[in-house]
Structures are given as structure tokens and as C-alpha cells.
Nanobody, 122 residues
């Protein structure tokens, strides 16, 4: 089970940090990802991180502004979001993959959190 938190209201240029806690002792074996779903749009990939934390990847629009990280001792993955923009407004979902190095495709993720809403005003 994945529990996402940290969403809320922000203004353009602000920062938020999302957290996703996993209720499993095997967290360190899972590749992790963050996705988002904007109003009226499909769920889309944002960032991913390998199980050992050594490989990360971002979509171009968040590269340099967002940072995905994990603390395997706390069974938690984070998404630090800096310099937020109105177009970042979405429900953000964390996801876990049984692959240590998952891709950006939704189908490669096996478990999903419930989503946390991020709203960025201009």
C-alpha cells in the first residue's frame, strides 16, 4: 500500500514536497515513479527512480525544477517540486514497480497511491 501526502495550494514560484510512504518491508526492491493527472487529461509520467536510487529520469518540463528521491530506511519516496508553475496543477500519484529500473510507461507499475492534489496559482 502506498500513501501519498504533501499536496496543497501554492503560488507560482513556490515549492512543495510530496511524500509517498509504502507499507512494505520490501520497499528497497521496488523502482518508484511519480505521475500526475491534470483536469481533463490522462495520467502522465513525471519522474522515476531506480530501487537503489542511482538512476533517475524526468520529463523535460520538470527537469531542473523537480527532484525525486527515496529513503529506503523510511520506506518513502519524495518529489521535491521547486519553482512551481500553474501548469503543474494536477493530482499527483506515486507508483511502485517490481522492476528495479522501471520505464515511464504506466503499465510497468504495479502499485499506486491514492493521489494528492497540487494546485498552483499564477
Amino acid at each position: 500500500q502506498l500513501q501519498a501526502s504533501g499536496g496543497g495550494l501554492a503560488q507560482a514560484g513556490d515549492s512543495l514536497r510530496l511524500s509517498c510512504a509504502a507499507s512494505t518491508d520490501s520497499f528497497g526492491y521496488y523502482g518508484m515513479g511519480w505521475f500526475r493527472q491534470a483536469p481533463g487529461k490522462e495520467r502522465a509520467f513525471v519522474a522515476r527512480l531506480s530501487s537503489d536510487g542511482d538512476s533517475e529520469y524526468y520529463i523535460a518540463s520538470v527537469q531542473g525544477r523537480f527532484t525525486i528521491s527515496r529513503d529506503n530506511a523510511k520506506n518513502t519516496v519524495y518529489l521535491q517540486m521547486d519553482n512551481l508553475r500553474p501548469e503543474d496543477t494536477a493530482v499527483y500519484y506515486c507508483a511502485a514497480s517490481r522492476l528495479t529500473h522501471p520505464s515511464e510507461e504506466i503499465r510497468t507499475y504495479d502499485y499506486w497511491g491514492q493521489g494528492t492534489l497540487v494546485t498552483v496559482s499564477s
